[in-house]
């Protein structure tokens, strides 16, 4: 959290913001900013607040329902950007390609000048192949390399302060998270409701999708940038 709250932003926005998990962990390092989260998912926003209440934040943090081009009316100081390209892009039902530039296009116009930017976005952090991109959109252009997105980021009028990958590791952990809705939904039913096969075979498709195909090759890169 260092790169935002030092020297210390006054607004922090973040795009796409879940549960606002990150935001409120920002605001408790640098207790002088005020965020806002924005997110399309009603839901997300509920626990959010929820989770700003448990941890005294209310007062600092605001969160809105809102599609995310209807955000853009609010620059900041320091902007916080996670996997949420379909907010520029065509939607993720599409299978289309992400469309990067448009992404950070939008950002550069968020970050007031001399900002800073965290930036989160999917790459192929190895050689994409039919089993891989089969369970994604099917297709190798779906994602850029590393490589290819840092020169995005310099066009786009950005400087890169840091860079860092996800490991595998935290893919494991994050996956087996993913799939562990699946394990909770069946130790809480009995194993002949109705809909029991349905789940048994959700999580082991997610499975297979995932430690048969695209481990290792589909990436999440993190960029902290400045505007």
């Not at 299978?95 to 930036?119: C, E, I, K, T």
Request: charged share 25%; with cysteine.
């Amino acid at each position: 959290m260092a790169f935002l709250s030092d020297p210390a932003p006054t607004e922090v926005l973040d795009m796409g913001c879940g549960w606002g998990e990150l935001l409120l962990r920002v605001l408790t390092s640098a207790p002088q900013a005020r965020g806002r989260g924005v997110d399309s998912a009603s839901a997300f926003i509920d626990r959010a607040r929820q989770q700003a209440l448990a941890r005294g934040l209310l007062d600092r943090a605001t969160f809105d329902s809102m599609p995310g081009l209807e955000a853009q009316d609010r620059p900041a100081d320091a902007v916080i950007y996670i996997g949420a390209s379909q907010i520029w892009g065509p939607p993720v039902e599409d299978a289309q390609p992400l469309d990067y530039a448009a992404a950070l296009r939008a950002l550069r116009a968020l970050v007031l000048p001399g900002g800073r930017l965290v930036y989160g976005e999917a790459i192929w952090s190895a050689t994409p192949h039919p089993a891989a991109t089969a369970p994604l959109a099917g297709r190798d252009d779906e994602y850029l390399t590393e490589d290819a997105l840092r020169e995005q980021i310099l066009a786009a009028g950005f400087e890169v302060v840091d860079d860092d990958q996800a490991s595998v590791q935290e893919w494991d952990v994050f996956e087996a998270g993913y799939r562990d809705r699946f394990t909770r939904w069946l130790e809480a039913h009995d194993a002949d409701h109705p809909a029991a096969e349905q789940v048994r075979r959700q999580y082991e498709e997610q499975r297979a999708a995932y430690e048969e195909g695209y481990r290792g090759v589909l990436g999440m890169a993190y960029f902290c940038l400045r505007g």
